[in-house]
């Protein structure tokens, strides 16, 4: 069953990080998953969320694992969808957000990189590997360095 990519995202479920927590030796990841999100701006939130509501609809339309994914990510960084930054972002679309995603510090980007894998992982799908590298590089992000960010997992 899939999901219609007009459908309204709505927070949910707080354990985002919930797949991480099945590998104790990543405590520590899990960790830094869930305080990070902490340091982002209002407008860096609404920014992530959007590019990678980009890139979960990147086969034209969202799956229900990519979609509650996005759901359980507002939640944690306590974005409504319905607030002004928001859609002013998600109207100006990913060029905008990549824009702002740019200029996040390396310890944020490396948060995101893993907000990315952990999208493309939801349902176990390779075909946005592709895309994901092209967003990486987009905001600096080597295709070596999201190797070494992603080989924890």
Known sequence: MYV???????????????F??????KRD????????PLQF???????????????A??????????FFYLERLLAL?????????FKEIYNAG??????ILRELWDNQKEWYVMMLYGLMRMDNKASNRKEILQICDEIGISKQRYQKITHRF
Not at 46 to 53: D, F, H, K, Q, R
Not at 94 to 99: P, R
């Open 4 to 18: 219609d990519e007009n459908r309204i995202l709505r927070p949910g479920n707080q354990q985002m990080y919930s």
């Open 20 to 25: 991480f927590l099945n590998r104790s030796s």
């Open 29 to 36: 990841v899990v960790n830094k998953l869930s305080v990070l």
């Open 41 to 55: 701006s209002a407008e860096q939130k609404s920014a992530i969320v959007v590019s990678l509501l980009a890139l």
């Open 57 to 66: 609809k990147v086969d034209g339309f969202i799956p229900d694992k990519r």
């Open 77 to 85: 960084l306590k974005i409504e969808e319905n607030s002004w930054l």
């Open 94 to 99: 990913l060029e905008k957000s990549l824009t």
